[in-house]
């Protein structure tokens, strides 16, 4: 009698959409990834160069060779800690794609408040002037510019890296020629007559140490001049409201970003400044992250 063949022959690795988002997610959720499924998701859209919505329809596709080593890369990057928005490139913010660099913080959800903030008090107005201090990526200045037909915007910020990003970002969004982007630190650039119906600003803000404390990606990764400001991390924020009245109209508005537990210093830095009716507005998770005055 012959030998019998083999009923099986060793399975050849089938990599398909399924099996390596499956796959990466396990992966990237041992090596400590808060929202494994969605990284892999948004790794493996950008290795394919597809919307990660068309990865449901596409489950059993193959991976090409040239797919499965880019997403090899993306994926041990990840693994270190890497935010998927600079391993991809960009973040949604308010509803509009965003370039990023490590040059600049990546947009963060909360910080939609101060954009929706000011589109609410300008609706409907026309000649209407906006000043956001520190810039970065532009998401406010370009979010704001792009939600108003006719407000004109001035972007400041301490870094010529940050602002190349930016102004790369309001030329992809159509609004490059409503935003004035200066380079310097605070109020430096702008002459004191200059002065504005809204401030707006999401500061560094984090506590010198408090770094320990914030997760790998942001810490390895962000850049620590667009989070730290000192030891309570309020030295940006008392700079900029103390100087704030000088650069805005009568009744203009000064709107700023926060961490919840500055929420009684900042209010009553305000205060101090002459600014009037100060409020406090929670973010999505219930802490405070908003404070906003008038001039008076
Ligand atoms: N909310 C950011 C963080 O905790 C800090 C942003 C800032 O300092 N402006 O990472």
Redesign the pocket.
Known sequence: MTAEKPTSQPVEEVWTVKRILDWTTDYLARQGSAAPRLDSEILLAHARQCQRIELYTQYESRLTDGERAIMRDLVQRRAKAEPVAYLVGFREFFSLAFEVTPDV?IP?P??EMLVVNVLERAKGQTGLNVLDL?TGSGCIAVSIAANHPNMNVVAVDISPRALDVARRNSERHGVDDRIQFLEGDLFEPLTSKRTFDFIVS?????AEGDLGT??ED?RLH?PHS????GGK?LDVLQRLIHQAPGFLNPSGWLLV?I?SEQAQDVVSEFAATGFSGVECEKDLSGQIRCVRGRKT
């Open positions: 913080l963060r909360e910080t520190g999401n500061p560094p803000y984090v914030l997760p942001v962000e667009a989070l730290l400001a991390g970003e961490a």
